[in-house]
């Protein structure tokens, strides 16, 4: 029987968001990138103080945010903060290196997670994160929990940026994943960690048609 409600989790570069993307438009599910909602949050911070920022300054955006997702005509996904269109902006480094920060926070989380139940109340949805198997959707019909090795996932996260005109570094790109994943690893509230119903994909040495057969066929199934 088709999956209604799948949760895909995994660490930081492991092609989560790129799959999902294509998944959901196969299956013809709503795609909800979590990462955004959190990166939206981190944005809306820079907007107004300067890092370091403390956990008061967090909160105090938080208070009155509006983070809405809305879908364009080929069905991306678009990122909304207070009404402004952040989707390109929240791709930056600065908002990278900020965003564990923010997400470790539990008012930012409460927050988020209670949005993204509202999303995926309906059913037909596939959802990408950190704790979406865990946590935000516990009794979702399909939990993947995507990774790769720390290599692969920045030279995947370096092909990226370069094309989107970023110079990068990989040795820097592979920093950055390994200190947010031991970030999002290490945090109190909702840590990365498969949900123990989860089925392990390893995309390292699969290409991205690979795994997208296999996430169709696990929903299939
Ligand atoms: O998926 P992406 O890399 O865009 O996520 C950015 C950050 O947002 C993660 O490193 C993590 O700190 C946070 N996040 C989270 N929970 C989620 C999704 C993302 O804490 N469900």
New binding site residues.
């Given amino acids: 029987m088709k999956k209604s409600v799948i949760a895909i ?1 995994g ?3 492991a092609g ?2 790129t799959i999902a993307k294509m998944a959901a438009k196969k299956l013809n599910y709503i795609y909800i ?7 939206g949050v ?1 944005w809306l911070v820079l907007q107004k103080y300067q890092v370091p920022v403390n956990t008061a300054q967090v909160l105090s955006v938080i208070e009155d945010i509006n983070v809405r997702l809305a879908y364009d005509d080929n069905g991306n996904m678009l990122i909304f903060v207070n009404e402004q269109d952040v989707s390109t902006a ?2 930056t480094p600065e908002v ?1 290196a900020l ?6 926070i539990s008012e930012v ?1 409460q927050k ?2 209670e949005l ?1 139940r509202k999303m995926a109340q309906d059913g037909s949805v596939l ?6 198997g865990t ?2 959707l516990p009794n979702a019909d399909l939990k993947i929990y995507l990774t790769a090795s720390a290599d692969e996932r920045a030279n995947r996260r370096a092909k990226e940026m370069r094309e989107k005109g970023y110079d990068v570094d990989v040795e820097e790109i592979k920093k950055d994943i390994i200190a ?2 031991e ?2 690893m290490q ?1 109190e509230v ?1 840590p ?1 960690k498969k949900a123990d119903d989860a089925i392990l994909l390893d995309t390292t040495k699969m290409t991205i048609d690979e795994v997208l057969q296999e996430i169709i066929r696990l929903a299939n199934a």
Avoid at 33 to 39: P, Q, S
Avoid at 99 to 104: I, L, P, W
């Fill in positions: 989790d660490p930081a570069g989560k968001s990138d979590t990462g955004a909602m959190y990166r981190a929240i791709r990278t965003v564990s920060q923010v997400a470790a989380r988020m997670v993204q959802m990408d994160g950190r704790d979406i946590c935000v947010r994943d970030a999002d945090r909702s990365l």
